[in-house]
């Protein structure tokens, strides 16, 4: 009996179906994994997801483990998009700086089409424009002290005032003493955008400015990875939560912005600017490219100066203490510096000092070494195909920058593994500098706040082991006590985990 035209229906839908199935995991297992032609070698990773499942909480030291196999240059997928980690300082400084106007675009994922809305200094494209805007608020920062005496004034009452708010006797670094680091730094910057600092730590600026920042910061690599391979991976309920509180809480910032830019407006005199604010709006009021200077832009940018002061400072200082607990020799040789510098009560806490205190001017250059605050930097993209060295990188390839790599690798640094401030100075006990050091990037995109953030860094180090001592309180099951390296995870920053196992101590009764 002949079969009926449903059940030949039903044969032909199965054996499509079938037919589909098996053209598909075809293409996922064949073609999915491949790399274009003379891409950088890497891990293959799996079909779709690429190696998102293989990074882990700390890309950079994954990274790191994956160019002694394949080379200073990786590549690999991760999702749909390809990747390409530069590990050594030679590639990075071809890349970034010989090659720099094809290697500065920033990567068109979520969490910079929707976070940083691809625009400000931080999220825009390479382009002439962004080199207008960057190089016009260098200079404006040069003109309201970043990097000069004039701004050592305000940044030594924030570190007075920090130290004093820390207590006296046996001080626990807890989530509120971090809290309390954070609140100093960002009213440094606050002096610069709006001419006045945050009244108190309750403040809702400040909350709101903290929120929004540290939720963009410490994402983490599982939330950073899914937006990598797909935006529509962030719907899923565990990562959706961290993409959502990213965007509601630099969206809440933006709101105050705009409304701070509002009351600037209203009282703004064009021939005495006060702060950062007042600098845009009179460029932007004088400028012929409206375009360019637009309101959004000018928020963006004000976004920006807090998004890069923010975190240098506090987690310098964090790190700082969970490196130096466990040695009390470098502790000793730093006291006794401080001590025999800073006379009490005679001398004050200054940047001028630096020359004068070469020992603490290099352990924190050990830390900023040993604790990159940003191992892998801010991602970077290229605009267009470019061959690099013998590889081919697509257009659109994000390029991470792994700085951790640079920082300890033994063609650089003699026993990297070790913290010793000696490799910072020379014969004569000098400071003396290096270009594999490198915590604010080099290049186009590096950091234009780097001559204040290291007055700050310097000052803020001074003042809080001039007054106090730091000793360890051991975690269970961690041999140093800056706990498991598993506590930390990376996103554009490292984030320390919430208890930190040290004590302050201060040093005088």
Not at 455 to 471: G, P, Q, S, T, Y
Request: a neutral charge; charged letters at 25%; one cysteine or more.
């Amino acid at each position: 009996m002949a079969p009926t035209d449903a059940v030949v229906d039903s044969i032909f839908t199965h054996i499509s179906l079938m037919i589909t199935f098996v053209v598909s995991v075809y293409f996922v297992f064949v073609y999915l994994p491949k790399k274009p032609k003379n891409f950088p070698p890497g891990p293959t990773g799996l079909p779709i997801l690429g190696v998102a499942l293989s990074i882990g909480n700390r890309p950079e030291q994954t990274f790191r483990k994956w160019a002694h196999q394949y080379g200073d240059v990786i590549g690999f997928k991760v999702g749909f998009n390809y990747t390409v980690v530069l590990n050594s300082y030679e590639n990075i400084q071809k890349a970034i700086v010989k090659y720099g106007t094809t290697f500065s675009n920033r990567p068109h994922n979520i969490l910079f089409t929707e976070g940083l809305q691809q625009s400000g200094i931080s999220g825009s494209d390479y382009s002439r424009d962004y080199m207008t805007m960057r190089n016009f608020a260098h200079a404006v920062l040069g003109r309201l002290g970043f990097g000069k005496s004039v701004m050592e004034a305000p940044v030594l009452e924030e570190a007075l005032q920090l130290v004093e708010s820390l207590g006296d006797g046996k001080v626990k670094f807890d989530n509120e003493a971090k809290m309390k680091i954070k609140f100093a730094s960002a009213n440094i910057i606050a002096r610069v955008a709006f001419g006045q600092r945050f009244p108190d730590m309750a403040d809702t600026e400040f909350l709101t400015a903290v929120d929004g920042w540290n939720n963009f910061f410490y994402l983490g690599a599982p939330a950073f990875n899914a937006a990598m391979i797909s935006p529509s991976l962030l719907h899923l309920p565990n990562l959706r939560q961290s993409a959502m509180s990213v965007r509601k809480g630099l969206d809440e910032h933006m709101r105050l912005i705009r409304k701070r830019i509002k009351e600037h407006e209203d009282i703004l005199d064009r021939d005495n600017p006060k702060d950062f604010i007042d600098e845009l709006l009179i460029e932007q009021k004088k400028s012929g490219n409206k375009d360019l200077y637009t309101d959004e832009m000018i928020a963006c940018m004000v976004r920006d100066l807090f998004g890069g002061g923010l975190e240098t400072t506090e987690l310098t200082l964090i790190f700082s203490c969970l490196v130096l607990a466990n040695r009390p020799n470098i502790r000793k040789k730093l006291h006794d510096e401080i001590d025999r510098v800073l006379v009490r009560p005679k001398v004050q806490v200054g940047y001028a000092l630096r020359d004068q205190m070469p020992y603490c001017h290099a352990v924190i250059k050990e830390v900023m070494r040993c604790r990159s605050v940003a191992p892998l930097l801010v991602p970077h993209a290229v605009h267009e195909n470019v061959k690099f060295n013998k590889y081919e990188i697509p257009t659109g390839s994000t390029i991470l920058v792994n700085v951790h790599a640079v920082h300890y690798d033994s063609r650089y640094w003699e026993k990297p593994e070790e913290f010793d401030p000696e490799r910072f100075l020379d014969e004569d006990g000098k400071v003396k500098s290096t270009k594999y050091l490198m915590p604010f990037g080099i290049g186009p995109r590096s950091c234009i706040g780097r001559r204040l953030a290291e007055m700050e860094v310097f000052i803020f180090f001074l003042a809080l082991f001039r007054k106090f001592d730091v000793i360890p309180n051991p975690q269970p099951g961690c041999q140093r006590p800056w706990v498991c390296d598993e506590a930390y995870r990376t996103g554009i920053t490292v984030s320390p985990p919430d208890n930190t196992p040290v004590t302050l101590v201060s040093r005088y009764p």
